[in-house]
């Protein structure tokens, strides 16, 4: 039975920690976002080594689960590199790390989705490849992609609740705290679970906005 009189005393302790739920989740965005670029730009390299190794790295994070690649971080790295990391450090290490393969893909969709006839005129400006991309190329092709970035950060939100499995204490994390001292799981959980609907579902509905107020701007161009 649902008890309501307890579910009233455990909101506060769940709403303490969800600051740290917040952090990892923007602070592994940006570094994912700060990794996806360079990611994509050796991937598009003339350099067949370094394009090639790129592309292995980026497929084996890709194609293993974001779980086993925290344990390496926290459990497997002390013992061969002496490294040991916080548990909090490294759960933002590892979801940045795994989901900046994901958003160097939506980087060179947009990266693709410029005409050629940009890269033609930056050589006939004699552009360099700095200022080409710098001038020309990122400034068209990122901000088209700002909504599927941000469907991304709503993702990678939702997949904090796995840093629980390296003893952060997260949302879900205190919620397993807090059911195992009573013995009351579904209070517990399913208040985490209303927590992040009402996190995400705002968020949702910004990115929808967004995305409408990106495809308005790209029909004002076609005109």
Excluded at 70 to 85: E, I
Excluded at 127 to 151: A, C, D, E, Y
Excluded at 161 to 182: D, F, N
Aim: charged content about 15%; aromatic content about 12%; hydrophobic content about 50%.
């Amino acid at each position: 039975m649902w008890d309501w009189e307890y579910a009233r005393s455990i909101l506060p302790k769940l709403l303490v920690v969800i600051p740290t739920t917040l952090v990892a989740t923007l602070a592994a965005f940006i570094l994912a976002c700060l990794l996806g670029l360079p990611i994509v730009l050796a991937r598009r390299s003339n350099y067949k080594w370094l394009s090639l190794a790129v592309y292995a790295i980026t497929e084996f994070i890709r194609s293993t689960p974001l779980l086993i690649q925290l344990f390496v971080l926290v459990f497997v790295l002390p013992q061969t590199l002496g490294l040991t990391l916080s548990p909090l450090l490294a759960g933002i290490i590892g979801l940045g790390i795994h989901y900046s393969t994901y958003l160097s893909e939506v980087y060179r969709s947009g990266i693709e989705s410029i005409p050629k006839g940009q890269w033609e005129a930056s050589k006939a400006l004699n552009f360099n490849k700095f200022h080409t991309w710098t001038r020309i190329i990122l400034p068209q092709s990122i901000p088209p992609i700002f909504p599927v970035m941000g469907n991304y950060l709503i993702i990678l939100f939702k997949e904090t609740p796995t840093l629980s499995a390296i003893t952060v204490v997260e949302l879900l994390m205190t919620a397993k705290v807090i059911g195992s001292e009573s013995f009351k799981y579904v209070e517990a959980f399913t208040l985490v679970g209303v927590i992040f609907f009402l996190l995400s579902f705002p968020s949702a509905l910004l990115v929808r906005r967004l995305e409408s107020r990106v495809k308005q701007r790209e029909r004002r161009r076609a005109f």
